[in-house]
C-alpha cells in the first residue's frame, strides 16, 4: 500500500488516487517517482478507486481513507503532497473566487499548462500537520497533455528533493512568482492564524 523510498529526515508522504478514477491518472506519476538524494519518501500511490468523495468532507479521512489518516500519524510527514486530477468541467470550481464562499476553502490557483496548486484539506491540515509543514495539493488534468506531464513532473521532483517549507515556497517564488503571491495570499487568509 506504501512504497518507501530512502531514509531518515526529512520525511514526505504524496499520496494520489484519492477517490473515484483519478488514479487513472495519477497513480502512474506517482510510480514512477525514484528515491530522494535525501531523507524519505514515502509513497500511497493509489488511496482508493471507490466513487468520488471530496476530501473536503468530514468523513473523507475518517471513514472513506482510514489508512491516509493512519499513515499520516504513524509516519508524521513535514512535507505531505497529494496529486489529483480533475476533468475541464471543474476547472472553474475549483479555481473560482467562490470556491473561499461555498466550501471555505482558498481556490487553486493554476500554476501552467492546467496544473492547479492549492492547499490540502482542513480536516487534516489543522489537527495533523504542525503550522510549519508544507502540506500542497496538486491537481491535474485527466487526459493530460505533454506540456501539463512535463509541468507536474517538475513539480513532483521539487517537492521530492525539498527538505522543507521554505524551500519549496523560495522555488516557486523565483519560477512562478505572480502565482505564488496569490497563493500565499489565499493560504493566509485562510490559515493565517497558523503562523
Ligand atoms: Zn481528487
Avoid at 475549483?94 to 484539506?121: K, N, Q, W
Wanted: proline share 5%.
Amino acid at each position: 500500500m506504501i512504497e518507501r523510498l530512502g531514509s531518515g529526515s526529512p520525511v514526505r508522504l504524496f499520496a494520489g488516487g484519492l477517490h473515484g478514477d483519478e488514479w487513472e491518472t495519477t497513480t502512474p506519476l506517482l510510480e514512477g517517482l525514484t528515491q530522494p538524494l535525501t531523507g524519505t519518501l514515502l509513497v500511497m500511490s493509489k488511496v482508493s478507486g471507490n466513487e468520488y468523495l471530496s476530501t473536503l468532507d468530514r468523513d473523507y479521512y475518517t471513514h472513506y481513507a482510514p489508512h491516509l489518516l493512519e499513515a499520516i500519524k504513524e509516519y508524521r510527514p513535514c512535507i505531505y503532497l497529494e496529486l489529483h486530477s480533475y476533468s475541464k468541467d471543474n476547472f472553474s470550481i475549483l479555481t473560482g473566487d467562490g470556491r473561499f464562499e461555498r466550501h471555505g476553502v482558498p481556490a487553486y490557483i493554476e500554476i501552467e499548462a492546467g496544473v492547479l496548486m492549492g492547499s490540502v484539506s482542513p480536516h487534516i491540515r489543522r489537527d495533523h500537520f504542525s503550522p510549519y509543514d508544507l502540506c500542497v495539493s496538486f491537481e491535474m488534468p485527466k487526459r493530460a497533455s505533454g506540456q501539463s506531464l512535463k509541468v507536474i513532473g517538475r513539480l513532483l521532483d521539487l517537492v521530492k528533493e525539498c527538505r522543507d517549507r521554505e524551500a519549496f515556497v523560495r522555488y516557486m517564488k523565483t519560477h512562478y512568482p505572480e502565482q505564488t503571491k496569490v497563493a500565499v495570499r489565499n493560504y493566509l487568509r485562510f490559515y493565517g492564524d497558523l503562523y
